[in-house]
Structures are given as structure tokens and as C-alpha cells.
């Protein structure tokens, strides 16, 4: 079963709108990666948190990790109309660094 | 620049051949990877590599299997194709060892079985 659940699956909000989008996962992990998929294309990686860490920040990115509710979460501040794609949140277990599992993700529409 | 390269890009094939999706990394990494991505699954991990001759079966490895004979390269062949592989395919790669292990994704495959 996948490790990483993205809740809400869908989001629609108005150019200039803070997006954020939740991630929760089931073991304990070695570091939690967020990637954005634009339509037809591959996963371009955009942040990652290694489980030692509380916050990280990335341009207008910024990310939270939660070991104890073992949950994260990514918030888009300000968001365009070119931050339409779909995120994933990928986790690196403890075990076994190389693979990510992947969740299904969360489709953000931003309207202009 | 180096890149993550998967070919071809769209593929229809009959139930039952064999088909293979080729996968080529400059990178120069270690560690290569194939999901398969359908809508409600997110990715879902195929096989993966470690390395020259290293290959493991992923979470939905039945019906599919990887050589890996150069650093570069990474085949993904359906033995016998079957309708329930349809989807879109996608090769990652990332450095190692490392404990940082960002995936460099490659554009991907849509498969269609007949």
C-alpha cells in the first residue's frame, strides 16, 4: 500500500490565494519530498525535509514535517496561474533511502 | 546538459507481444527506477536498480521485468502485454549513495494494449 496520502485530492483557488496541501504517511521515514507534475509530464522535484528537520522554505515553498502525527505539509504562497499542476509528496523510509513511495496527489487549479 | 531520456513516447501494441521501453540517463547515476502512473494510484514502483547488474522487483512487479548491463541504461520489457498495463510509464534516476535522494524524472511513456 502507498505510504503517502495527499488530502484534499482537488483544489481550486483564485491567482494570489495561498495554496496548502497535506501529505500523511504510515512508517517512519528518512526524509519526505514534495514534486510537482505539470499535465503530460514527467515529476520535477521541488523540496525535500529530512526527518530531523520542523520547516523548510524554497522561493515561495514552504514545507512543514510533523514526525509524531507522522504528516507534512506544502504551502504555496501567492500562487499563479502557473502553479496549476498536480503535487505528490514522495517518502524516503528508514530502511531503504533510495525508493520513494509515492501519494496520489492533490490537482491545484489556480484561476486567473 | 544531462538528462533522463524515455523512449518511445507513445506506444500502442496487441495483447500479448512483447514490448520494451527504453530508459537513458547522463547523469551518470546509480540508482535508476520505473513507476507506472494510472489515475487514482499515483506512481507505483515497478522495479529498480542500485547498479550495474542489481535489479529489484518494486510494489507491481508481475508481468514486468528490467537488465541493467551499463550505468546508463535501464530497459523496461512486458513480457507478454496485457490490457491491465496500459498506463503511463515513467524512468527516475538519482545519485547514491547519498541521503539525498531527489528523483530526476524522464518525460514518460503512454502504453496502450490492445
Known amino acids: 500500500s502507498q505510504q503517502g496520502e495527499e488530502d484534499p485530492q482537488a483544489l481550486s483557488i483564485q491567482e494570489g490565494e495561498n495554496a496548502t496541501m497535506n501529505c500523511s504517511y504510515k512508517t517512519s521515514i528518512n526524509n519526505l519530498q514534495w514534486y510537482r507534475q505539470n499535465s503530460g509530464r514527467g515529476l520535477v522535484h521541488l523540496i525535500l525535509i529530512r526527518s530531523n528537520e520542523r520547516e523548510k522554505h524554497s522561493g515561495r515553498l514552504r514545507v512543514t514535517l510533523d514526525t509524531s502525527k507522522k504528516s507534512s505539509s506544502l504551502l504555496i504562497t501567492a500562487s499563479r496561474a502557473a502553479d496549476t499542476a498536480s503535487y505528490f509528496c514522495?517518502?524516503?523510509?528508514?530502511?531503504?533511502?533510495?525508493?520513494?513511495?509515492f501519494g496520489s496527489g492533490t490537482r491545484l487549479l489556480v484561476r486567473p | 546538459d544531462a538528462e533522463i531520456t524515455q523512449s518511445p513516447r507513445h506506444k500502442i501494441t496487441e495483447t500479448g507481444r512483447q514490448v520494451t521501453l527504453a530508459c537513458h540517463q547522463t547523469w551518470n547515476h546509480n540508482n535508476m527506477f520505473w513507476y507506472r502512473q494510472d489515475l487514482g494510484h499515483g506512481l507505483r514502483l515497478i522495479h529498480y536498480?542500485?547498479?550495474?547488474?542489481?535489479?529489484n522487483k518494486g510494489e507491481v512487479s508481475d508481468g514486468y521485468s528490467v537488465s541493467r548491463s551499463n550505468t546508463e541504461d535501464l530497459p523496461l520489457t512486458l513480457e507478454s502485454a496485457a490490457s491491465s498495463q496500459t498506463s503511463v510509464y515513467f524512468c527516475a534516476s538519482s545519485p547514491g549513495p547519498t541521503d539525498y535522494n531527489e528523483q530526476f524524472f524522464g518525460p514518460g511513456t503512454r502504453l496502450t494494449v490492445l
Open positions: 514522495a517518502t524516503s523510509w528508514m530502511d531503504s533511502s533510495y525508493k520513494l513511495i
Open positions: 536498480s542500485y547498479g550495474v547488474q542489481d535489479t
